[in-house]
C-alpha cells in the first residue's frame, strides 16, 4: 500500500504538488479524507510512530498526500509510482500532536485550510456584493464587510479545495461542477442508506420595517416672482411696507419666510397739510389725492374762485412686493414590507410540526445613509432622495423587497433539501470522478423512490485501510423534496408604450410579477404605488400644491379713494376713514411638518418552485 | 471533525433581528399637522403728514384752471319761505366740478357737501 500513495511532509510554501513530493515520509496504515459542505477537508491518517516530534520548531507541518490510480493492492510486485502517475488527494497542515505519543501506531489529524483563507473569502465575498443578492441596507454599517453575510440570500456555502485551497461558494442544491451518475451496479452493495432530517420549513413569514426621516427644503413664490414683484397701489403703503414680513418670519406648518421685497416705488414723498387764503388752486403732484375741507356753505354755485381753508395731499403710495416663503421640514416616515413565501414541497410527516413556519424579522434606518460605492466610485444612497416619498416603491427599493424575498428562498431551498441518501462507491471511480461538495450525484437503484435520486454532495469520506485493503468512498447526498415545475409570471402594465413595441427593460411596467430568480418564484411589484401620506410630492411642490385658496390683495388705493371725498378740518378724520379699508394681503399655506407616516406593504408571492430530486411518492421496490 | 467550523449563515440564526436600528412607529396611518399657517399682512397710514406752506400747492387759478363744464354735477333745490311755502325758489347747487389743467390735462374734481350748514 505504502506505494499507493505518495506522502510528504512540507513546508507551507510548498504549495503546489511537485514531484520532490512524490515520497514516502510517513508510512500510513490507515487513511481518510473527508469533507462536508462549509466545511475544511480534513485528512486523518494512522502512521508508525515517526517518534519525533512533529510540531517541534523547524519541522515541516505541512503535507502533501497524492494517490496512485495504478496502484493494485492485490499484485504482489508494485512499482515505484512516478509524477506523472499521483493525482494529488490532499494538501494541510498538521493540526495538534498525537493523542497515543507512545504508541507503535499514532493518529494524526491534518486541516486543508489555506493559510490566506479569510483574504480568499473576502475576495470572494467582494464579488458577490450585487443587486439583488446583496443589499447593505439591511445590514448595520459594521455588517456590511462580513464575507459570511453574502451567503444570507444564497442557497450556498462557502467551499474550500481540499488540494488548491481555492475559495468558493457552492449552491447546496445544484453544484457548479458537473454530475456524477451512480448505478447499482456502481454502489457497493448494502450501503444505501436513506434518512430523513427535521420537517422542512415550508414557509417563511418575512417582516420588514424601513424607517427614515424624509427631509425637504426648498422656496415657493408666493407674491411675485425673482425679479417681478407685484405692484401695489395704497394709501396705506407705510402700515404695510412696516408689516411685511421679513425672511425668517415663522409662518408655522414648517414654513419660514425666505425672500421679503416691499419697495416703495414712487418716491420717498409725505401727506402734506397747509392752509391757504390764496387764489388759486391745486397743483399737486398725479399720484396724490386732495381733500379740501371748505368750511363754508355759501354760495349755492361755487366754480372756485375764493375758498381759503385747510388743504390735505394724501400720497398715493405704489409698492412693489414679492414674498418667497421656505419649507423646511424633517417628517418620519416608515415603510414595513409583509409578505409569506410557501414552497411547493412533498409531505414527509403527517405531524402538525411538518410545516412549520418560520418569522423573519429586518428592520433597517440605513436607506438615507450611504451603504456602498457602486463601481463608478459613486455612493450607494438607497432613498436616493432625501425628500423622497417612498422607498420601497422606487427601483432601488424593489431591489430591498427581491433580497428579503432571496432570504426567504434561501432558507426554504436548504431548508426543503431535508432527504439525505448515502451509499459507498469504490475509490478508484470516486476520485476517478473527482468527487467534491461542488459535484452532484445521481443515484439509480431499485431500492430508492422512483428508483432514482439526484442531490448535491453534503459529504464523502475516502477510506484506505491497509489492513483489511478495503478502499471505499462513502458519499451523502441531499435530495430535494420539491414538486419542481417552473413559475411564469405577468409582467404588469407597461407605463410608455404597448408591450412589445420597445425592448424589454426600456419601459417600466407596474402592478405586475416580478421575478428574482427566473422560474423560481415571483411577486406582485408595487413599483407604482401611491405611498399613504399627506400626499406633498417635493419634487413637484408648487405654488397651487401648497396654497389653501387665492392669494388676496383687498382695498387697494381704488377701494380707499371714496373715503378720502368728505374731509373735516382735521386731518385725523380722513386718516381714520381710510384706516377703516386698510391694504391687506393675505394667503394661508397648508402645513408640511406632518407625520410622522407608517405605510404597510403587503406582498403578494407565488409558492417557491423547488427542486425535485427524489419523488417520496413514487412507488418502491420491496424485492430489492 | 473540523477545528475550525465554517459560518453556514442560513442556518446559523438571524442576524437581522439582533439589532434595533430605531423605534418603531406605530402604524397610525397619516397625521397632520394643525398648524394654520394664515399670513395676513396689512398696516394703517399712520397719518404722518408734513406741514408745508401754501405757496406750493396753489397758484394762478385763473390761468391755470378750466372748468369742464359737461363733468359739472348739480342738484336743483327748492327753497321756500319760511311759513309760507308757496313762495319758494329753486336754486341749482353744485355738488361737484371737474377743473382742468389746459397746460397739462390734469384734473381736479371739487366736492361740495353739506350746502345747507350754518342755514336757519
Redesign the interface.
Known amino acids: 500500500m505504502n506505494r499507493a500513495f505518495s506522502i510528504a511532509l512540507v513546508g507551507e510554501t510548498e504549495t503546489t504538488f511537485s514531484p520532490e513530493h512524490v515520497r514516502e515520509d510517513l508510512f500510513v496504515t490507515d487513511l481518510q479524507v473527508s469533507q462536508s459542505e462549509g466545511d475544511f477537508c480534513t485528512l486523518t491518517i494512522e502512521v508508525e510512530n515517526p517518534h519525533v516530534g512533529l510540531l517541534a520548531p523547524g519541522r515541516p507541518r505541512w503535507i502533501w498526500i497524492a494517490w496512485n490510480p495504478t496502484f493494485d493492492p492485490l499484485a504482489s510486485d508494485s512499482s515505484e509510482a512516478t509524477f506523472d502517475d499521483m493525482v494529488p488527494l490532499f494538501f494541510g497542515r498538521v493540526q495538534g500532536v498525537p493523542n497515543d505519543f507512545i504508541g507503535e501506531v499514532v493518529t494524526l489529524n491534518f486541516l486543508a485550510r489555506p493559510l490566506d483563507y479569510e483574504a480568499q473569502k473576502a475576495a470572494v465575498a467582494d464579488t458577490l456584493r450585487v443587486f439583488p443578492w446583496f443589499d447593505g441596507v439591511w445590514f448595520a454599517p459594521e455588517d456590511r464587510a462580513d464575507p459570511d453575510n453574502v451567503l444570507e440570500s444564497r442557497s450556498a456555502l462557502w467551499h474550500i479545495d481540499r488540494v488548491t485551497h481555492d475559495v468558493s461558494v457552492s449552491n447546496v442544491i445544484t453544484g457548479e461542477d458537473g454530475t456524477i451518475t451512480f448505478t447499482g451496479d456502481d454502489v457497493l452493495s448494502d450501503s444505501i442508506r436513506i434518512s430523513y432530517g427535521d420537517p422542512p420549513c415550508r414557509q417563511v413569514n418575512v417582516t420588514a420595517t424601513i424607517a427614515w426621516d424624509q427631509i425637504a427644503s426648498g422656496p415657493v413664490w408666493v407674491i411675485g416672482a425673482p425679479g417681478a414683484t407685484r405692484a401695489i397701489d395704497t394709501y396705506t403703503g407705510a402700515g404695510l411696507q412696516k408689516n411685511w414680513p421679513q425672511p425668517g418670519f415663522n409662518v408655522g406648518g414648517g414654513w419660514t419666510v425666505r425672500d421679503s421685497i416691499c419697495n416703495r416705488l414712487d418716491g420717498t414723498g409725505r401727506d402734506e397739510y397747509t392752509y391757504s387764503d390764496k387764489i388759486g388752486i391745486l397743483g399737486k403732484a398725479r399720484d396724490a389725492k386732495t381733500v379740501i375741507v371748505p368750511p363754508w356753505a355759501e354760495p349755492q354755485i361755487v366754480l372756485a374762485t375764493f375758498f381759503p381753508g385747510h388743504v390735505l395731499v394724501l400720497k398715493k403710495w405704489k409698492l412693489g412686493a414679492a414674498l418667497s416663503v421656505q419649507y423646511d421640514v424633517k417628517r418620519g416616515k416608515s415603510e414595513t414590507v409583509t409578505f409569506s413565501l410557501r414552497s411547493n414541497t412533498q409531505s414527509i410527516l403527517t405531524d402538525s410540526t411538518d410545516g412549520e413556519a418560520v418569522d423573519l424579522r429586518f428592520s433597517t434606518s440605513e436607506v438615507a445613509s450611504p451603504v456602498g460605492v457602486f463601481s463608478d466610485g459613486t455612493f450607494d444612497l438607497p432613498i436616493g432622495k432625501p425628500w423622497a416619498r417612498s422607498y420601497i416603491t422606487t427601483d432601488r427599493g424593489e431591489q430591498s423587497l427581491q433580497y428579503l424575498i432571496l432570504v426567504a428562498r434561501a432558507r426554504l431551498l436548504a431548508s426543503a433539501r431535508c432527504v439525505d441518501v448515502t451509499f459507498e462507491v469504490p475509490w478508484n471511480r470516486a476520485i476517478a470522478e473527482g468527487v467534491s461538495c461542488r459535484k452532484n450525484v445521481v443515484i439509480s437503484d431499485s431500492s430508492l423512490p422512483g428508483g432514482v435520486v439526484g442531490g448535491k454532495i453534503k459529504s464523502y469520506a475516502l477510506r484506505a485501510n491497509g489492513d483489511s485493503g478495503q478502499f471505499i468512498c462513502e458519499i451523502t447526498i441531499g435530495a430535494s423534496i420539491g414538486l419542481g415545475g417552473t413559475i411564469t409570471a405577468d409582467p404588469g402594465t407597461p407605463t410608455y408604450v404597448n408591450a412589445g413595441y420597445v425592448d424589454e427593460g426600456y419601459q417600466q411596467y407596474v402592478g405586475g410579477f416580478a421575478m428574482p430568480v427566473a422560474g423560481e418564484v415571483a411577486y406582485r411589484r408595487v413599483n407604482g404605488d401611491e405611498p399613504n401620506d399627506d400626499g406633498f410630492d417635493f419634487d413637484r411642490l408648487t405654488l397651487d400644491k401648497v396654497l389653501i385658496g387665492p392669494v388676496t390683495i383687498e382695498n387697494e388705493a381704488p377701494v380707499q379713494e371714496p373715503l378720502i371725498v368728505v374731509g373735516p378740518e382735521n386731518p385725523a378724520g380722513v386718516y381714520d376713514a381710510i384706516n377703516t379699508k386698510q391694504t391687506t394681503v393675505t394667503f394661508r399655506l397648508k402645513p408640511l411638518n406632518n407625520g410622522p407616516f407608517a405605510d404597510t406593504y403587503e406582498i403578494e408571492t407565488t409558492l417557491l418552485s423547488v427542486p425535485k430530486t427524489i419523488d417520496l411518492e413514487a412507488e418502491m421496490d420491496s424485492s430489492s | 471533525?473540523?477545528?475550525?467550523?465554517?459560518?453556514?449563515?442560513?442556518?446559523a440564526g438571524?442576524?437581522?433581528?439582533a439589532?434595533?436600528?430605531?423605534p418603531?412607529?406605530?402604524?397610525?396611518?397619516?397625521?397632520?399637522?394643525?398648524?394654520?399657517?394664515?399670513?395676513?399682512?396689512?398696516?394703517?397710514?399712520?397719518?404722518?403728514?408734513?406741514?408745508?406752506?401754501?405757496?406750493?400747492?396753489?397758484?394762478?387759478?385763473?390761468v391755470?384752471?378750466k372748468?369742464d363744464k359737461d363733468k359739472r354735477v348739480?342738484e336743483t333745490?327748492r327753497i321756500e319761505q319760511e311759513d309760507n311755502p308757496d313762495n319758494y325758489i329753486e336754486?341749482?347747487?353744485?355738488q361737484s366740478?371737474t377743473?382742468t389743467?389746459k397746460q397739462t390735462g390734469?384734473s381736479?374734481t371739487?366736492?361740495?357737501?353739506?350746502?345747507?350748514?350754518?342755514?336757519k
Not at chain 2, 438571524?14 to 433581528?17: A, L, N, P, R, S
Not at chain 2, 439589532?19 to 430605531?22: D, E, H, N
Open positions: 471533525m473540523s477545528l475550525e467550523r465554517v459560518v453556514r449563515p442560513f442556518q438571524d442576524i437581522f433581528t439589532r434595533a436600528v430605531m418603531a412607529i406605530p402604524p397610525t396611518g397619516i397625521n397632520l399637522s394643525d398648524d394654520v399657517c394664515l399670513v395676513t399682512i396689512t398696516g394703517e397710514n399712520p397719518g404722518d403728514y408734513e406741514d408745508v406752506p401754501d405757496s406750493t400747492i396753489f397758484n394762478n387759478f385763473k391755470e384752471w372748468e348739480t333745490v336754486v341749482e347747487r353744485v366740478a377743473m389743467d390734469r381736479l371739487l366736492k361740495f357737501a353739506d350746502w345747507d350748514k350754518g342755514r
